[in-house]
DNA sequence: GCAACTTTGTGCGTGCCTTCACAAGCGACT
DNA sequence: AGTCGCTTGTGAAGGCACGCACAAAGTTGC
C-alpha cells in the first residue's frame, strides 16, 4: 500500500545511512522482536538458519536483510544477540524515542491507547486527541484526551513524530491535514480513507475491512477450487520450520 | 507477508476464477470501498482515471486489476459503478457471508468485537472466545463470549470460516491450533508471533508494533540525512497521484 | 599448525509486479 | 453515415525482490 521509493542518495549511503529496501524494513522490525524474545530465554548467539525458522524468513534473505545494515555476523558463528540488537535499534531509530500522537479515541482508538505493546517497545503513546465533549478531558493510562484542536500546540510541545489516525472516515482527511501542519511527517492511519499528503510525509494505512475481505478471497477461491474439484493445493506459508520455539501456553 | 502462492490451476482458470496476484487482490478490496462511496455520491459509472485518483493507485495497474476480474469497462465511458460492484464482491466471496470468530477479547480484541467496519461490510462476528474467566459468559454487541475449549463445537455449529487472534503472543499459536482443527482455513493474526500452521491454512498477520518500527526508521532517515547536510529531499513516496481527485472533506 | 566443518555474505538467475504506451472500441456531434 | 475524442484493455519493457548456490572467513579438533 505504501510506496515502494526509489530510495537512497549517494551521500547518504557515505554515512551509515544506506538504501535499504522497504521490504527488509519491515522484516528487520521481526527480527528485533525475535532476538529480544531469544535474548530473553537466554541465547547470546543466533544462526541465520535458527533465526530464520523462528521468523518464517528465507536465511538467505535474512541474511541479506542485515547485511544492508552491516555485516555483525561470525562466520561459522552466527550473530551476537546483544550486538545485532543494538544495531537494529540504531537503524530503526529506537535509539531515539519516538513520541506517538493518537487521533480519536473511540472503539478502536481507546484499545490502542490502552496496548502495552506500543510503550513497552520505545512507542510512548504521548497525546490522545478526539472531538467527543464525552471524551476530552477523561484519563486514559495517565494521559489526558485533549480536544483535536490542541494538536497543533501540543504535538509541538511534546515532540511527537509519529501520529495515529483512528477516526472515523470522514474525520481522517482533516485529522491528517492538522498532524502535517503541526510537523509531523510519519502517520499510521487506521481510518478506512485513502489520505492525501504532501509527499515528504510517510503514511502507512492499516485496513482491517480489506484484510478480511482478502481472506474472504481466499475462502471463496477454496470453495470454488473444490466444487470444480480441482487440485489446487494452497501452500501459502512455505516454512514448516518447527525448530525451536513451540510456545504454548 | 503472506506469501504468495502459485496459484490458480487449468481448471479454476475455465470457472470464473482466475489466478489474481496477492497485491492485486488487496487493491480490489480498497477499489469495492470506493466505489461504495461513489455511489453513495450518486454517482453511476467511473473512469479507471477517477476510481485511480480516489485509491491513490496507477490508472493503468487499476484498469489490469479489473482485468483480472473480467471486462466490465464500455471504452469511451468507463465502467458502470453498480455492475462493477457486482463483479467484486462476487470474486471477493462477498456475495456469501463469511462467519468470523474472535479469540481473545482483551484490550484489542474488544474493539475489534465492537467495531461496526466488519459487520456492516458482510463480516458478520459471529463468536467471541478468551480463556479470563472473568469475561467468559459476558456479552459484547450481543455475542456472549465463550471459553476457548468450546472453538471446535461452535466454530463447526456457526459455520465459522475466519478466525481473527486477538490473544497475547503466547496464547496465538495454541489458539491457531484450535481453529485449524476446528476446519478454519483463514486466520488473521494480531498477535506478534509467527503462527505455524498447514500450508493450506491462509494467514495474514497484522503486527502493530512492527508498522511503527517502520514508521520510525523513516523519522530516523529523515532526521541523520538532515544530519548530514545532504540534498535527499523527501522522495520516499513515489505516490504524487494527485492526479485528478482533489477530494477534501 | 593443518584439516574439516560451520556459517556468513553476496553474485546471479528467475519470476512477479508495475508502468508505459498504444491499438481497439464506443459514444457524441455534425 | 462519418469523424473526432475519450477510455478501456493489453503487449512489452523495466525494476524489484526472492532464493539458490558458492566463495570467503572463522572455529573446532587433532
Known sequence: MTKPPQAGSEDAAAAGLRAIPEASVARLALYLR???????????????????????VNPAKLRKDLSYIGSYGIRGVGYEISALVRQLERTLG?????????VGVGNLGHALAGYSGFGGRGFPVTALFDVDPDLVGIHINGIIVEHV????????????????????????????DLLVG??????????????????EVEIRKVDLAVELQI?????????????????LDGQVNGHATNGSGGMLT
Chains 1, 2 share one sequence.
Open 215 to 231: 481472506l474472504a478471497f481466499h475462502v471463496a477461491r477454496r470453495r470454488l477450487a473444490q466444487q470444480d474439484g480441482a487440485v
Open 94 to 102: 529506537l535509539d531515539h524515542l519516538q513520541a506517538v500522537a493518537l
Open 34 to 56: 525475535m532476538l529480544g524474545e531469544l535474548a530473553e530465554q537466554g541465547a547470546e548467539t543466533v544462526s541465520s538458519d535458527e533465526l530464520a525458522g523462528v521468523t518464517g
Open 149 to 176: 484542536q490542541a494538536i497543533p500546540q501540543i504535538c509541538a510541545e511534546r515532540g511527537v513524530t509519529i501520529g495515529m489516525i483512528a477516526t472515523p472516515g470522514p474525520a481522517a482527511q482533516g485529522v491528517c
Open 182 to 199: 503541526s510537523g509531523v511527517r510519519c502517520i499510521l492511519n487506521f481510518a478506512p480513507v485513502v489520505l492525501q499528503a504532501p509527499p
